[in-house]
């Protein structure tokens, strides 16, 4: 086989999440490192109809979509400085 192979799995087995007020924070999981992963309240007001609603009642009904769009973010490598991975309303 030619080429690299990129090993990279960004897993999410952490259940748990926290709202910060400006946005929702969570961990994934490359491995042994550990990636810290969020996403912005603009991002979940703009793009899942977070208007009026509970920061984390939006996360968990669209974890799934949002752990994906992180997936893709990581693999990509546009992590930010401190190497977490932020979703903005531009992301998605």
Partial sequence: MLGMLDERVLIFP??????????????GKD??????????????????????????K???ANRDRI??????????GRMESDGSVLIKTMDL
């Fill in 14 to 27: 952490d259940i748990v999440a926290r709202s910060t007020g400006e946005a929702v924070v969570f961990k």
């Fill in 31 to 56: 491995g042994d490192k550990i990636v810290m992963c969020a996403i912005n309240r603009e991002a979940l007001e703009d793009h899942f109809d977070g208007d009026n609603k509970h920061m984390l």
């Fill in 58 to 60: 939006i996360f968990k």
């Fill in 67 to 76: 752990e994906h769009e992180v997936r893709r973010k990581y693999l990509a």
